[in-house]
């Protein structure tokens, strides 16, 4: 089975992410969350822009076992940038229905060799005509033979993307 490589994608959601970070006032809205999860941790990085109103949130998990704590703007969007410049990357389609068990918990559970990152990502930048959005998980990988790797061993290929752009109902590109 083929599957879709997404390292462009990314390369250029980092741009847009950096942009966002480090200059929010070139966007009229947007609606921001992002989950890093890597080697049993977590970081969250969560903003929102609505009426010219900002809330934002960032925080961690150093391990499954301990509680979130708040955490720096700028080490969340380090270790998140880190993720995203990865030079190859993977894409859950979202249809994880086939699998049941421990096969839904492993693919979900990508394991500590694999980082992943769910990407919920909506804005408009000022004198745009319309907004844009995108929700995807994505796994990161050293290279292509990584990612090789990862498609062998893991249950069920199916659950990743096999054709851009992805239009699912729970899980899509840019719209």
Same mark, same amino acid.
């Given at each position: ?13 980092? %741009?847009? !992410? *950096?942009?966002? /970070? ?5 966007? $009229? ?6 989950? =890093? ?37 700028? %080490?969340? !969007? *380090?270790?998140? /940038? ?5 030079? $190859? ?6 249809? =994880? ?79």
């Amino acid at each position: 089975m083929s599957v879709e490589f997404y390292a462009d994608y990314v390369r250029h959601l980092r %741009t847009l !992410f *950096a942009e966002l /970070d480090q200059h929010p006032e070139r966007f $009229q809205t947007y609606d921001v969350h992002i989950e =890093l999860a890597a080697t049993g941790k977590l970081i969250v990085y969560e903003t929102k822009r609505r009426q010219g109103q900002t809330d934002s949130l960032y925080y961690g998990r150093s391990g499954p076992g301990d509680s979130p704590r708040q955490i720096p703007q700028a %080490t969340a !969007f *380090a270790a998140i /940038d880190h993720f995203m410049a990865l030079n $190859q990357f993977l894409a859950f389609n979202g249809n =994880l229905n086939k699998l049941k068990g421990e096969e839904a918990a492993e693919a979900l559970t990508i394991g500590s060799q694999y980082p992943s990152c769910a990407v919920r990502f909506a804005y408009r930048k000022k004198g745009q005509p319309k907004a844009f959005s995108m929700f995807m998980i994505f796994v990161g990988f050293n290279d292509d033979q990584d990612a090789e790797q990862y498609i062998a061993k893991i249950a069920d290929p199916a659950i990743l993307v096999d054709s851009r752009p992805l239009r699912g109902d729970k899980v899509y590109e840019w719209r």
